[in-house]
């Protein structure tokens, strides 16, 4: 405690967290989907100076508000057009998500709690490596967490109250109605559980939603005065139909979750069983409400997105600040009492010597046994294999930590070392992920074929699939044969139908005398577009699932 109050606690959390989000932002491609996606709209947007209008391979595309790609467009335009670029204000909302946890565990418990939490919540595994991935959800966590910041800080002074609800604004302009229903609903059943449901109406929700109408609705008024059935488009099919309907195909079990948020949580997810124990150990204390208030803030959009019927990894991440808290403040209790002999900190304890055993035994095995699988002999992964020695070293000290811990019962011990390796961990593999690139994310690789062959009239064509980051790697527009893509806003129908090609017979007409074209397809795909040429197809490059022919 005396360290913080002798270097100060927010500069000292602001400095270690953006050492380890801004660190190798740039190293390796936009990964395919959303990241790439997300980047080529952004692109699009800043080369065209229509900062209205978000459009996709120059289709217009109203899947999402536009304030991640305002962020986006923006740092193109102070960054150039780079990956760096493309996810630095990913990292700087990631950044600020931290900020916003350790002046609520500030607020709720105390200076030192939040710090840890903020710690906590820097090294937790999905909020880290989404930091560094370009989605909308790290902006609308960090909007979740400010308005529940304001929130808890009590609405009845006018600045918390404006702040709430421009936090709200902004979460709507990041995702729409989610954005506010997320919050609503957390405050809304911690109220009703502690019996002060009244309150709920009593925080000027009427006046509060006409200021965020008055943010937001310059923006879809306009577009949807633009784009006639604009707004049945998007609140039904992007909205309604997103969480009632499996449209998207993007399904998932109801179980979905379970394992994400178990393997999102690392290196905390041990922890559980201390964290539930402490959630049942605050009777008649004020951090009792602060417990339960974080609880629902975990349950509540775990239920929420278990039911719908649209799931994908990130929707998660709202809920970590919430782990990282709880996190924060059982590490501050264990730093306030040095010697924990409760069994359910010894279980985690245990649980997390275990767990350093099988990740050191499957490190081994990948170290040893890598060399010999010929399906990657094409690719350079020694910068993986010595990052699995690192790996195994941060194993090998983990274990050794639990295990003086458990002998100790000093629990405080252990901590910092898991936070600290965790991190380098992750800093390591993100560094690393170069490597293996093309196994993640072909486009870079059959852009660097295409530029070396590219000339003026040549045409690039996407059969089957689309690989987002390709316009923004090669500033061409690409043509998608059978690959469904949304033209009903485009004001010329047949020029838009010239790059949405919906018959794949129509994938003949590219293939005559004298036509170059590039075209990217998926490997399973090979037999039957070799059909539909009629001649022979070079092949200029080709990862697992992918691959670039070349006709003329």
């Known amino acids: ?23 190798f932002l740039g190293s390796h491609g936009l990964m ?16 065209s100076g229509d900062w209205t209008t978000p459009r996709y391979n120059f289709i217009k595309h109203f899947h999402k508000p536009p304030l991640i790609y305002w962020a986006t467009a923006a ?18 909302f990631g950044l600020g998500g931290i900020m916003a946890t350790f002046f609520l565990g500030k607020f709720l418990f105390d200076t030192l709690a939040g710090f ?44 918390n109250w404006w702040l709430f609800f421009l936090s709200l604004s902004g979460a709507m302009l990041t995702k729409g109605p989610v954005g506010v229903l997320l919050p609503a609903m957390i ?34 008024i306009w577009l949807c005065w633009k784009n006639p059935g604009l707004l049945q488009y998007f609140v039904f099919f992007h909205t309604i139909d997103r969480f009632f309907s499996k449209v998207h195909g993007r399904p998932g079990s109801i179980f979905y979750f379970i394992p994400v948020f178990l393997i999102g949580l690392l290196p905390w997810t041990p922890l559980l069983p201390s964290l539930i124990k402490d959630y049942f150990s605050f009777n008649g204390t004020p951090e009792k409400g602060n417990n339960r208030f974080l609880a629902v803030w975990i349950i509540g959009p775990l239920v929420f997105f278990s039911l719908s019927g649209s799931k994908l990894v990130h929707y998660l991440l709202p809920i970590f600040p919430a782990t990282a808290l709880l996190t924060g403040k059982m590490w501050r209790d264990l ?37 010999r699988f010929s399906g990657w002999a094409q690719y350079d992964l020694s910068p993986l294999r010595n990052a699995s020695i690192f790996l195994l070293f941060f194993c090998c000290a983990g274990m050794a930590a639990a295990w003086f811990s458990i002998k100790t019962n000093r629990a405080a011990f252990f901590f910092p070392i898991a936070t600290l390796g965790f991190l380098l961990c992750c800093l390591v593999v993100a560094r690393s992920i170069s490597s293996v690139e093309p ?19 040549d045409k690039i ?80 490059s080709e990862t697992p699932s992918y691959m670039l022919l070349y006709g003329s």
């Open 1 to 23: 405690m005396q360290t913080l109050k002798k270097f100060g606690d927010w500069p000292a959390l602001l400095l270690v967290s953006s050492l380890f989000l801004f660190s």
């Open 187 to 220: 405050i809304g059943l911690d109220l009703v559980i502690a019996g002060k449901w009244r309150e709920f109406f009593r925080l000027g929700w009427g006046r509060g939603l006409l200021v965020a109408a008055a943010i937001c609705g310059p923006w879809f």
């Open 461 to 540: 064509i996407a059969y089957k699939c689309m690989l987002n980051s390709l316009p923004f790697y090669t500033g061409e527009r690409i043509i998608n044969v059978s690959q469904p893509r949304e033209i009903l806003f485009e004001e010329d129908q047949e020029e838009a139908g010239r790059y949405v090609i919906e018959n794949e017979n129509s994938l003949k007409n590219f293939f005559e005398p004298g036509k170059r074209i590039f075209l990217v397809i998926k490997r399973r795909h090979l037999e039957e577009v070799r059909g539909l040429a009629g001649h022979p197809l070079s092949i200029l």
């Open 439 to 457: 196994l993640l994310s072909p486009t870079p690789v059959f852009v660097k074929k295409i530029k070396e062959h590219f000339k003026p009239g």
């Open 32 to 47: 395919e989907t959303s990241e790439a996606r997300y980047a080529e709209i952004s692109w699009e947007m800043a080369r």
């Open 75 to 92: 740092s193109f335009k102070l960054f150039g057009e780079n990956e760096f670029a493309a996810r630095f204000p990913q990292a700087l």
């Open 116 to 159: 840890l939490s903020g710690l906590a919540l820097l090294s937790t595994m999905e909020y880290f490596f989404i930091s560094r991935y370009l989605v909308t959800d790290m902006l609308l966590a960090l909007f979740i967490t400010l308005s529940l910041l304001f929130y808890c800080k009590g609405l009845a002074k006018k600045l």
């Open 335 to 371: 730093i306030m009492e040095p010697e924990d002999n409760r069994p359910t900190i010894r279980l985690s304890l245990s649980l997390y010597l275990a767990g350093f055993l099988l990740i050191g035994v499957f490190l081994t095995a990948f170290f040893i046994y890598t060399p």
